[in-house]
């Protein structure tokens, strides 16, 4: 009979002293609305701002225009070939996306010369489906801009667009990525 009890004892004192603490589950990625920094483990529990309530948050910017084209980036804001189609200061445009679905775009003067005008205006209407962004200019509504949103967080975001690049007097169309962030409003 003692023999049972120290054998129960044994097994009882493996049981409970081999028990590790289970990791904290929740929500990892720190752009969700529920970050959890405690979470240990992802649970797919992550919930994002949509992106129609994060567009009139703040003034947008233009922070970069690129595109890849056979293996190599190509800044379409200083690539020689382009900045005739793109002027310099066309990435210092300026967003601001209203709640009731008009966007405005301005030069932001202190890049912008008097003199010089941004790629396009795109002034007219927005909206969301998903993570596609549509712009519709005003005078343009059977050739809207649609956008991939992509590596969206609370203050930047990247805009996927097909650009049409000329070589050797042939067009490709190249995924092309415009990458906006929020000014400090």
Request: contains cysteine.
């Amino acid at each position: 009979m003692k023999t049972r009890h120290v054998l129960l004892f044994i097994v009882l004192l493996f049981t409970f002293s081999s028990c590790e603490k289970d990791p904290v589950a929740g929500c990892t990625d720190v752009n969700a609305v529920n970050y959890s920094a405690q979470a240990e483990e992802d649970d797919g529990s992550c919930t994002y701002q949509l992106l129609s309530e994060l567009l009139p948050m703040h003034t947008w910017r233009v922070d970069s225009v690129t595109a890849e084209f056979m293996g190599a980036y190509i800044n379409l804001l200083e690539f020689p070939l382009v900045t005739d189609v793109l002027p310099v200061c066309s990435h210092d445009n300026l967003f601001l996306f209203s709640e009731d679905g008009a966007v405005t775009m301005d030069d932001h003067l202190d890049e912008c010369g008097e003199d010089e005008e941004s790629l396009i205006d795109l002034s007219g209407s927005w909206f969301v489906d998903g993570n596609i962004l549509t712009i519709v200019q005003e005078g343009q509504e059977d050739d809207p801009y649609v956008l991939e949103v992509q590596n969206q967080t609370p203050t930047s975001m990247d805009l996927i667009f097909p650009f049409n690049f000329e070589v050797n007097g042939a067009t490709e169309v190249i995924p092309a990525k415009i990458e906006l962030v929020a000014l400090d409003d």
